[in-house]
């Protein structure tokens, strides 16, 4: 087979994957806050107001263009690797189950790492409408934005990817697994739904756990709360929103209708 060929039905394979795992996970995520419970938990409902049919119809435009950018992105990852170029490795003996657990660990300790400079980076006004314009005309986020990007920021969200399994040895099943915590705590983010209890901002966890909260603010107001897993970077770096936990308090107060 020729290898461009290859390459596009690879690109079409992996974006076919990773529209699945993610048509499941937002799509369990918006049946159940906007269709089964929508009454039961609308009190908890950070923006309080349906988003509109045309937003959603956006996100899922825009989320389309994103799959096939990540299967090309993808594509090209299983090139290097059968280059010989990444350490991904397939005997877990090889180097125990130890740094099995540990390399999910670092890579989501590295994605999210990622994710805020190169977040905060896009939100510079002279890439802003190049890489993050789309994602942000989400004022009231759904599942389904959770992959709304524009192509470009598309490519720098899935270079997260080759860097993985390039910085340090990485078996398939501890990416799956990496993979599988990135789709779904992405979705969390963006359902538009706070689901921590109102006394996780006074522990430790709260110091340390990024919100659904804190990110429905970031697409309010077009800054701060640049975080995706963790408020570690948006602490460090004090780019916290200013009325963030006070936010996050008076959601989680709200009595039930």
Request: no cysteine.
């Amino acid at each position: 087979m020729h290898s461009l060929e290859l390459f596009l039905l690879r690109t079409l394979g992996i974006s076919v994957e990773t529209g699945l795992r993610y048509a499941f996970v937002a799509g369990l995520a918006w049946l159940l806050g906007y269709v089964f419970f929508k009454r039961r938990w609308w009190h908890r409902k950070i923006v309080q107001r349906e988003p509109l049919s045309a937003d959603v119809r956006r996100e899922l435009r825009y989320s389309l263009m994103t799959l096939l950018v990540f299967g090309a992105v993808g594509a090209a990852t299983v090139a290097l690797m059968k280059a010989g170029y990444t350490q991904m490795y397939w005997r877990i003996g090889k180097h125990g189950w130890g740094w099995f657990a540990a390399s999910i660990v670092i890579a989501i300790l590295v994605h999210d790492a990622w994710f805020y400079w190169t977040h905060r980076l896009m939100h510079h006004p002279r890439l802003f409408r190049w890489f993050h314009r789309g994602h942000h005309l989400s004022m009231n986020p759904t599942p389904w934005a959770a992959y709304a990007f524009d192509p470009l920021e598309a490519v720098v969200q899935a270079l997260i990817f080759p860097i993985a399994i390039t910085i340090m040895p990485m078996h398939p099943l501890a990416f799956v697994a990496f993979m599988v915590w990135q789709i779904s705590f992405n979705v969390i983010g963006h359902t538009g739904y706070e689901i921590w209890p109102r006394w996780m901002m006074d522990s430790w966890l709260g110091k340390f756990m990024n919100t659904p909260t804190n990110h429905a603010m970031h697409h309010e107001t077009f800054r701060g709360n640049y975080g995706l897993y963790f408020n570690l970077w948006d602490r460090l770096m004090g780019t916290n929103h200013a009325a963030y936990e006070e936010r996050f308090r008076e959601v989680t107060s709200r009595a039930k209708a």
